[in-house]
């Protein structure tokens, strides 16, 4: 038996059929783990959703900030929709509201105590102990699969804290909790988030006051293992125990697996690029 964990997919059911024949995956031996953003940008999102649906408990995926964007159109918040998206085949399909039912149930963190390792989409803020980062996780995830959740989805954008408070009112802490799991890259020194920032870290300097949140000061989820997507103009990465596992399939780089047990790392090509500036 095998974990492997698989970083955002982003629609490329090609490159993700690839990847599995060279692992040799069998669902009844060994399980996915899909670091989020299955969909979106890419041109087969509806297959890669149903396969990973299909998998049932052989496969897990977190949410990244494409699939919450999936869930806000899919309810009905047209105005989120962008020229770019390439969702249409998933709006349209005739298991639509059970694939969308399924994907708003999916969870933010992921942690298997037996393995130790976590898995989030984004990253995690430096005030926050795993054991907080769980709470967060499940107290988005008790909005989204509760009865109100459509409200939830229409309001979790909007105002946000900079900083964690955790005596903050019940919307100011959700919204900043979603910003860490689907959309954190960087932090400042002192803790607050900086979500304009996209480059790599090589680009940055000390006195930018910019850290890459795995590498931000008195970050009290030091020492544990983290798995995450999301940034793939940093590509395939591993510093202080965690691992960034988007290696920019969309953009012509590749898709990668990552073997929990033994650390192997397998890489296929994406043979479907996107030209990243079309989508600036």
């Known amino acids: 038996m095998a974990t492997y964990a698989i970083g955002d997919v982003q629609g490329c059911y090609s490159a993700l059929m690839r990847l599995l024949d060279v692992l040799n ?9 899909f670091a989020g953003d299955l969909v979106n940008r890419g041109p087969e999102s509806l297959a ?34 962008r020229k770019q998206d390439t969702l249409d085949g998933i709006l349209a399909a005739p298991d639509r509201d059970e694939l969308i039912d399924w994907l708003r149930h999916r969870p933010f963190l992921h942690h298997d105590k037996s393995l130790g390792y976590s898995m989030v989409h984004a990253g995690l803020p430096p005030q926050w102990s795993l054991k ?23 309001h979790m954008f909007g105002e946000q804290l900079e900083t964690w408070d955790k005596n903050a009112e019940d919307w100011l802490r959700w919204r900043f909790s979603l910003a860490c799991f689907t959309r954190l ?9 900086l979500m ?49 596992l988007d290696s920019g399939c969309l953009w012509g780089g590749q898709l990668t697996a990552f073997c929990l047990e033994t650390k192997k790392i397998t890489q296929v ?7 990243p500036m079309a989508f600036v």
């Open 196 to 244: 304009k920032n996209k480059q790599h870290p090589s680009t940055l300097t000390p006195e930018d006051n910019c850290y890459p949140w795995f590498i931000c000061p008195k970050r009290k989820s030091k020492g544990k293992r983290i798995i995450f997507g999301h940034w793939s103009t940093l590509g395939l990465h591993q510093q202080k125990k965690t691992w960034g």
């Open 132 to 154: 907080t980062a769980k709470r967060c996780a499940r107290e988005l995830e008790a909005q989204l699969q509760g009865e109100h959740y459509q409200y939830f989805i229409e």
């Open 185 to 193: 890259r960087y932090c400042s020194k002192q803790g607050h988030l």
């Open 269 to 275: 090509d994406c043979q479907v690029a996107q030209d």
């Open 48 to 81: 890669v959703l149903r396969f990973v649906k299909d998998q049932g408990e052989a496969a897990i995926s977190v949410l990244g900030n494409h699939d919450i964007h999936l869930l806000a159109v899919a309810y009905g918040n047209v105005k989120h929709l």
């Open 25 to 33: 995956y069998n669902p009844k031996r060994d399980r996915l783990w």
